[in-house]
């Protein structure tokens, strides 16, 4: 059927409901797939899926800690997603606001300020465009940053793996993208990543290698840090270049003696 919408239910601490109130419209699409981040002032941030086809089939809004919209939908996302329809948004230590979602088959992100203007224009975060990028998380760091992870169509050589990428608040890459499972066998999907109190990311991801669906996951640093005792493999940090062909070529530094050098 049609007229699909997107609701909010807001509970006290008690788990009572205290309202419930549509967000905006889904229009005919059962996959709106809505998210949230709280924002600094109490406030929060929803994003959902509109449509199947057609461009800007998503949309962004504030609302107030009581339900009450204070921006109109704001519409983003361009060409119509492939074949993922999830979203993710991320609160900086700014207070600005980070959306990521797949066009056309690639992931892209957009910010937004505290109330609700897009900052700038969509920012490609896959830098590799061979087969179809999905599945976009992202986490605040401490220093202001964010990190955005996905999962690529057969880039890792054997079925999906997942990617990672660290950005600026400015929206401008600080790394290259890293492959993160080191176990390429299978597909790898649905990752999903956190900052930890040491400054190191946490990366989880679903993994049917041994021919089950696992969770399995890894430790990164960023910032170029390390822990002592790391794991061997740890990405310590990464520099992208251009050769004089056109070329890419990235080089890597990984940690290879537990934390020690």
Avoid: C
């Avoid at 509970?11 to 797939?33: C, I, M, Q």
């Avoid at 992100?109 to 999905?134: E, F, H, M, Y």
Wanted: proline letters at 2%; a negative charge.
């Amino acid at each position: 059927g049609g007229g699909h919408v997107v609701r909010v239910n807001i509970f006290d601490d008690s788990g009572n409901s205290l309202t419930t109130f549509n967000a905006g419209s889904a229009n005919t699409w059962d996959w709106s797939k809505p998210v949230m981040t709280e924002l600094d002032n109490g406030s929060y941030a929803v994003v959902w899926r509109t449509s199947k086809s057609g461009s800007n089939n998503a949309r962004f809004r504030i609302f107030d800690s009581n339900g009450n919209p204070t921006t109109s939908e704001a519409s983003f996302g361009g060409h119509a997603a492939n074949n993922s329809h999830e979203l993710a948004i991320e609160t900086l230590n700014s207070g600005h606001v980070v959306s990521a979602y797949q066009s056309a088959g690639e992931i892209y992100l957009q910010r937004w300020s505290p109330d609700g203007t897009a900052q700038g224009g969509p920012i490609r975060i896959n830098a590799t465009t061979a087969g179809t990028q999905s599945q976009p998380d992202i986490t605040a760091l401490a220093d202001g940053s964010f990190y955005i992870t996905w999962t690529s169509e057969n880039q890792d050589g054997a079925g999906n793996g997942i990617y990672g990428r660290h950005f600026g608040a400015d929206g401008i890459a600080i790394s290259g993208e890293t492959l993160i499972n080191e176990t390429t066998a299978g597909n790898q999907s649905d990752a999903h990543v956190v900052q930890l109190a040491d400054g190191t990311l946490q990366v989880t991801w679903t993994s049917d290698q041994n021919g089950n669906n696992d969770i399995f996951s890894r430790t990164l640093a960023v910032g170029n840090q390390v822990t002592e005792n790391a794991a061997n493999g740890t990405m310590v940090g990464q520099v992208t270049a251009t050769d004089i062909d056109g070329d890419t070529i990235t080089y890597s530094l990984l940690d290879d003696s537990d934390g020690r050098f």
